[in-house]
C-alpha cells in the first residue's frame, strides 16, 4: 500500500538534474507533487539517498512558463528512472505542464546551474 502526502499530477517535460558525482543528467518528467516527482533517467540510475538539484519548468497562468530550481533526494529507484523527494514543499495551486513549444529546454534549464 503506497502512502503519499499529496496527489500527483502528470508532468511531461524536460528535467535537468545536477548530481555531484556525474555533474548534469537530462531527464524527463513522468509526474509531480508538492513533495516531489518521478523522472526517467534511463539509461542512466541514481543512488538511493542521493542529494541532487533538478530544474524544471512549471506553467503559471500569471507567469507563463517558468523553470523551478530545488534540491531533492532519491528516494525511490524504478526501471526506467528515480523517485525524488524535495527538501521544500512546492505551491503548485495554479500550475501545470508547460506547452511543449514554451518550456524551457535542456540548455535553457541547465543554464541555471552554470549562469
Known amino acids: ?13 524536460n528535467v535537468v538534474i545536477y548530481y555531484n558525482s556525474l555533474g548534469l543528467l537530462q531527464a524527463r518528467s513522468v509526474d509531480i507533487s508538492r513533495h516531489g516527482m518521478l523522472v526517467r533517467t534511463w539509461p542512466m540510475t541514481l543512488p538511493l539517498h542521493a542529494i541532487v538539484d533538478v530544474a524544471f519548468p512549471l506553467q503559471s497562468s500569471k507567469r ?10 532519491v528516494v525511490r529507484q524504478v ?9 521544500n514543499e512546492l505551491a503548485l495551486e495554479g500550475l501545470g505542464a508547460a506547452p511543449a513549444d514554451e518550456a524551457p529546454g535542456y540548455a535553457e534549464l541547465a543554464e541555471r546551474y552554470v549562469g
Open 1 to 13: 500500500m503506497e502512502h503519499r502526502l499529496s496527489s500527483r499530477t502528470p508532468l511531461n517535460a
Open 64 to 73: 507563463g512558463a517558468t523553470p523551478q530550481r530545488t534540491p531533492a533526494m
Open 79 to 87: 526501471d526506467e528512472g528515480v523517485g525524488l523527494m524535495f527538501a
